[in-house]
């Protein structure tokens, strides 16, 4: 028993002595946490449906050091994306920037919204006119139909 | 009949834009550099760490800056284009940009393969190609006299495109 309880100190003292603290993910926990959020606004040009956040590709990690960098050297998010676009175009923005060129591609689903619904209004209107209310029965076509209906019962 | 024609009408419309959506290549993003100044740096050259280079040195020429690579498959299939101009004669100067390679794997390509370079400036860590907007080896840029970029050719230069773009543009440029 005082053998296995020696060992069992022995194993403890060995497992402390093994484990190491574990190394941070990144130095500055601020910047990573900007760099996040800027880069998953960012289109990786080499995988184009992932964004610089999320990408492996070599091109994603040299850029995301130079985002982190930039971050460091005290440009707001604004610059940043600046900084990328005026190299890599607006196709790295997932939110492209309203001008002449965008406009199509910003009010384009608000006109089609705009034409369904007008195409809803005047099918609705083409069937209800089709439909005419049924007409009232006068006086005289009432007292046949209730004499119809005695003379059944 | 009428009952069917908006609804074919809308097909054909729907058709018409897969028909040009889907034919374009999605690789192929318009550089915001065209028509810009080349972006400057100065970065030792891969034949001689001793020397350096950097687009000043080329104003008053038309040249065209290649992005290649030794592990750039692409690469290779672009490089005869460039070899047999140079090779015949041609005027333009090229200058190569080695883009995050080794130096001595860069060397041994240009030696097994030829080289077509003026020189081959050497960007270890990809900082040029980040200010070039260089996201898919090969690239090109066709930079005029007064160091402005005046086209960007994304992935290998074909025989069409170096007869039909570059080099008609380069001679106008060099008027």
Redesign the interface.
């Known amino acids: 028993m005082k053998f296995l309880i020696a060992l069992g100190a022995a194993l403890l003292l060995a497992g402390t002595a093994l484990a190491k603290e574990a190394a941070p993910l990144a130095e500055d926990e601020a910047v990573e946490k900007r760099l996040i959020n800027i880069a998953e606004e960012l289109r990786c040009?080499?995988c184009?449906n992932e964004s610089l956040a999320g990408s492996r590709a070599?091109?994603a990690e040299?850029?995301r050091r130079?985002v982190r960098n930039l971050i460091k050297q005290g440009k707001t998010d604004q610059e940043v994306k600046d900084f990328l676009?005026?190299?890599?175009?607006?196709?790295v923005l997932y939110r492209p920037p309203v001008k002449p060129t965008t406009w199509l591609l910003w009010a384009g689903p608000f006109l089609l919204l705009i034409g369904g619904i007008a195409a809803l209004i005047a099918f609705l209107r083409r069937r209800s006119a089709q439909v005419a209310p049924a007409a009232k029965l006068s006086d005289e076509d009432r007292k046949r139909a209730e004499a119809l209906l005695k003379d059944n019962s | 009949m009428n009952r069917f024609l908006l609804p074919l009408a809308l097909f054909v419309v729907l058709v018409g834009f897969l028909a040009v959506g889907l034919n374009r290549d999605?690789?192929d993003?318009?550089?915001?550099?065209v028509g810009k100044p080349a972006p400057s740096f100065e970065v030792p050259q891969v034949a001689d760490p001793g020397q350096t280079f950097s687009p000043k040195q080329m104003l008053g020429k038309v040249w065209l800056l290649n992005v290649w690579a030794s592990w750039c498959v692409s690469c290779r299939q672009e490089h005869p284009i460039l070899v047999e101009y140079t090779r015949n004669g041609g005027t333009m100067p090229i200058i190569g940009l080695n883009y995050?390679d080794q130096r001595s794997d860069g060397l041994n390509w240009l030696q097994q393969l030829g080289d077509p370079y003026l020189l081959s400036a050497f960007d270890a860590?990809?900082?040029v190609?980040?200010?070039?907007?260089v996201?898919?080896v090969p690239e090109s840029y066709l930079i005029d006299k007064a160091g402005v970029i005046r086209f960007k050719q994304t992935g290998p230069i074909t025989p069409e495109v170096m007869n039909g773009k570059i080099l008609p543009l380069a001679k106008e440029l060099d008027q």
């Open positions: 040009l080499v184009q070599d091109l040299d850029l130079e676009v005026s190299r890599y175009g607006d196709f | 999605p690789r993003v318009p550089s915001p550099l995050k860590d990809g900082r190609g980040i200010d070039y907007g996201y898919g």
